[in-house]
C-alpha cells in the first residue's frame, strides 16, 4: 500500500489537496464548476466548503485504503480484497473516474489516473483487446478466462472522456484516442443486437444462455449521451431509449409501490422481466441487491444532469419509497429488498443508503432525507476490507458535493 504526504493550497478559492513539494495548480485545466447541477433541485444544507472539506478527507483515506502498486510494472490498481479477486476491471474503472473527478481538489490525480490506466491497458479481454480482463488474482494473473465484465469498460470509457476533457490528451497517453476505441468495443461487444440492452461482458454471445441478460447497474444514461456526443454515432441514441423504456417498464409493471430495481434482468421490450433465482450470482438475482444497489446513484446523476423525465420520476419513486419506509432515518436502510419492498438482509451497507443521496438531488419533497443521508456520509470513515461500499461512497460524495465534472 502507497501513502503520500499531503499539503494543502489554495487557488482561485478551491481547496487542492497536494503531494508535499508538488505545484498545486500545475495539472489541473477545469475548475469546479461554481454551481452545482443544470438540473438538481435541492442540495445538502452543508455548506459547500465545508461539504469539500469532508470529501478531501474521505478521498486521502480512500487513497490510503485501496491504491496499490501494480506487479512490479510501475502501473497502480485499485485493491478489491471483498470482491472476488483483488483486482478486478470493476475496481480499475471506478478508480479512473475517481482520479478525474477529483482534479481540482489533487494535484497528484493524473499520476494516480496515468497508474491505474497503465494496469488497464496491461491486462486486455481475452475476447476484445479493447477491452479488459474482469478480474485478476493478487499477481495480477487474468482469471475465469480473462474476458470482460461491461461494468469495468463502461466507466473505464467515460474516465477516459474525462481526463481529455481535463488534461487533454497531448501526454503519455491519448485519452480521446484510447476512449474511441474502447466506446467501440463496448457497442461491438458488449450491447445485445436485438434489446439494444447491455450485456453482463464480451463472453455472453448469440445462443449463450445468458445473452439475454442485462444488470440494471450498468444501465448509465449518462455515459450512453456522453458516447453519442463523442462518436456522433446515432447507435448510442437508439442503446439509450432501449435502456430508457426499459427502467420505465420495470418500475411501472414489478415495482409501482417502492420504484427498486432488480440486479438482473432478461429478455426484451414489453417482455423484458426480472429474473428469478439464481442466474449469475445468487437467489437475490432478481431483486434489489448489491448490484441494483448502485441504480439511485446512476440514474440519480442522470437525472441531475440532463432533466431526463424517465430518470428523473425512477429517482423520485426510489426516494419517496425509502423516505417512508424508514421515516426519515437512513439508519434503518437493509442491504437487499424484494421489488415490493420486503427487506431479506436488514444489516446497513453503505452500498445501499450512500446512493440514495444522489436521488435525493432530484426531489423537491427531500431536503431533511437528504440532510440526513449526507451526515451519514460526513461522519463515515474508510473501512480497509470494504471497497465496494466505500468506493461507492466516495463517488457519491463527490456528486452530492458538487464536484462532479460537468458534461462538456
Same mark, same amino acid.
Given at each position: 500500500m502507497i501513502r503520500w504526504p499531503f499539503?494543502?493550497?489554495?487557488?482561485a478559492g478551491l481547496l487542492i489537496l497536494a503531494p508535499a513539494g508538488c505545484d498545486a495548480v500545475a495539472t489541473m485545466r477545469v475548475p469546479v464548476s461554481p454551481g452545482f447541477y443544470p438540473h438538481d433541485v435541492i442540495r445538502p444544507s452543508a455548506g459547500r466548503a465545508v461539504m469539500r472539506e469532508r470529501l478531501v478527507a474521505y478521498y486521502r483515506q480512500w487513497r490510503a485504503a485501496f491504491v496499490r502498486p501494480g506487479c512490479g510494472d510501475g502501473t497502480l490498481r485499485i485493491h478489491s480484497p471483498d470482491a472476488a479477486y483483488p483486482a478486478i476491471a470493476e475496481a480499475q474503472g471506478y478508480g479512473l473516474v475517481i482520479a478525474a473527478s477529483m482534479a481540482s481538489l489533487d494535484a497528484d490525480a493524473r499520476r494516480l489516473f496515468d497508474g491505474i490506466l497503465g494496469f488497464v491497458l496491461a491486462h486486455p479481454s481475452s475476447? #476484445?483487446? #479493447?477491452?479488459?480482463? *474482469?478480474?485478476?488474482?493478487?499477481?495480477?494473473?487474468?482469471?475465469?478466462?480473462?474476458?470482460s465484465a461491461t #461494468? @469495468?469498460? %463502461?466507466?473505464?470509457?467515460?474516465?477516459?472522456?474525462? *481526463?481529455?476533457?481535463?488534461?487533454?490528451?497531448?501526454?503519455?497517453?491519448?485519452?480521446?484516442?484510447?476512449?474511441?476505441?474502447?466506446? *467501440?468495443?463496448?457497442? /461491438?461487444s458488449n450491447v445485445n443486437r436485438d434489446s =439494444?440492452?447491455?450485456?453482463?461482458?464480451?463472453?455472453?454471445?448469440?445462443? =449463450?444462455? %445468458?445473452?439475454?441478460?442485462?444488470?440494471?447497474?450498468?444501465?448509465?444514461?449518462?455515459?450512453? /449521451?456522453?458516447f453519442r456526443a463523442v462518436t456522433g454515432d446515432p447507435a448510442w441514441t437508439e442503446i439509450a431509449a432501449a435502456h430508457r423504456a426499459a427502467v420505465d417498464r420495470l418500475q411501472r409493471s414489478f415495482s409501482p409501490r417502492t420504484g427498486l430495481m432488480p440486479d438482473f434482468v432478461r429478455g426484451t421490450g414489453v417482455g423484458l422481466t426480472p429474473v428469478a433465482g439464481r442466474v449469475l450470482e445468487?437467489?437475490?438475482?432478481?431483486?434489489?441487491?448489491?448490484n441494483a444497489c448502485r441504480t439511485p446513484w446512476r440514474l440519480g446523476l442522470d437525472a441531475l444532469l440532463s432533466g431526463d423525465a424517465v430518470s428523473t420520476a425512477a429517482a423520485r419513486r426510489m426516494t419517496g419509497w425509502f423516505r417512508s419506509v424508514t421515516g426519515g432515518d437512513p439508519g434503518r436502510i437493509g442491504s437487499g429488498y424484494t421489488l415490493a419492498g420486503t427487506a431479506y438482509r436488514a444489516e446497513s451497507d453503505n452500498a445501499f443508503w450512500a446512493? %440514495?443521496?444522489? *436521488?435525493?438531488? $432530484?426531489?423537491?419533497?427531500?431536503?431533511?432525507?437528504?440532510?440526513?443521508?449526507?451526515?451519514?456520509? $460526513?461522519?463515515?470513515?474508510?473501512?480497509? @476490507?470494504?471497497?465496494f461500499g #466505500?468506493?461507492?461512497?466516495?463517488?457519491?460524495?463527490?456528486?452530492? =458535493?458538487?464536484?462532479?465534472?460537468l458534461p462538456a
Amino acid at each position: 500500500m502507497i501513502r503520500w504526504p499531503f499539503v494543502r493550497t489554495v487557488a482561485a478559492g478551491l481547496l487542492i489537496l497536494a503531494p508535499a513539494g508538488c505545484d498545486a495548480v500545475a495539472t489541473m485545466r477545469v475548475p469546479v464548476s461554481p454551481g452545482f447541477y443544470p438540473h438538481d433541485v435541492i442540495r445538502p444544507s452543508a455548506g459547500r466548503a465545508v461539504m469539500r472539506e469532508r470529501l478531501v478527507a474521505y478521498y486521502r483515506q480512500w487513497r490510503a485504503a485501496f491504491v496499490r502498486p501494480g506487479c512490479g510494472d510501475g502501473t497502480l490498481r485499485i485493491h478489491s480484497p471483498d470482491a472476488a479477486y483483488p483486482a478486478i476491471a470493476e475496481a480499475q474503472g471506478y478508480g479512473l473516474v475517481i482520479a478525474a473527478s477529483m482534479a481540482s481538489l489533487d494535484a497528484d490525480a493524473r499520476r494516480l489516473f496515468d497508474g491505474i490506466l497503465g494496469f488497464v491497458l496491461a491486462h486486455p479481454s481475452s475476447n #476484445d483487446a #479493447d477491452l479488459m480482463a *474482469a478480474e485478476l488474482d493478487a499477481r495480477c494473473v487474468e482469471r475465469d478466462g480473462g474476458d470482460s465484465a461491461t #461494468d @469495468g469498460d %463502461l466507466d473505464i470509457a467515460y474516465a477516459l472522456l474525462l *481526463a481529455d476533457r481535463t488534461w487533454g490528451s497531448t501526454g503519455t497517453h491519448d485519452y480521446r484516442g484510447l476512449a474511441l476505441r474502447r466506446i *467501440a468495443a463496448v457497442k /461491438r461487444s458488449n450491447v445485445n443486437r436485438d434489446s =439494444s440492452l447491455l450485456l453482463l461482458g464480451d463472453w455472453s454471445t448469440p445462443g =449463450s444462455p %445468458l445473452y439475454g441478460t442485462s444488470r440494471t447497474s450498468d444501465w448509465n444514461p449518462v455515459y450512453f /449521451r456522453a458516447f453519442r456526443a463523442v462518436t456522433g454515432d446515432p447507435a448510442w441514441t437508439e442503446i439509450a431509449a432501449a435502456h430508457r423504456a426499459a427502467v420505465d417498464r420495470l418500475q411501472r409493471s414489478f415495482s409501482p409501490r417502492t420504484g427498486l430495481m432488480p440486479d438482473f434482468v432478461r429478455g426484451t421490450g414489453v417482455g423484458l422481466t426480472p429474473v428469478a433465482g439464481r442466474v449469475l450470482e445468487t437467489a437475490h438475482d432478481g431483486d434489489f441487491g448489491f448490484n441494483a444497489c448502485r441504480t439511485p446513484w446512476r440514474l440519480g446523476l442522470d437525472a441531475l444532469l440532463s432533466g431526463d423525465a424517465v430518470s428523473t420520476a425512477a429517482a423520485r419513486r426510489m426516494t419517496g419509497w425509502f423516505r417512508s419506509v424508514t421515516g426519515g432515518d437512513p439508519g434503518r436502510i437493509g442491504s437487499g429488498y424484494t421489488l415490493a419492498g420486503t427487506a431479506y438482509r436488514a444489516e446497513s451497507d453503505n452500498a445501499f443508503w450512500a446512493p %440514495l443521496a444522489v *436521488a435525493a438531488m $432530484a426531489d423537491p419533497d427531500a431536503q431533511q432525507w437528504l440532510d440526513a443521508l449526507w451526515q451519514r456520509l $460526513a461522519t463515515a470513515e474508510v473501512d480497509p @476490507g470494504d471497497y465496494f461500499g #466505500d468506493t461507492l461512497q466516495l463517488q457519491v460524495m463527490i456528486v452530492v =458535493s458538487g464536484n462532479y465534472p460537468l458534461p462538456a
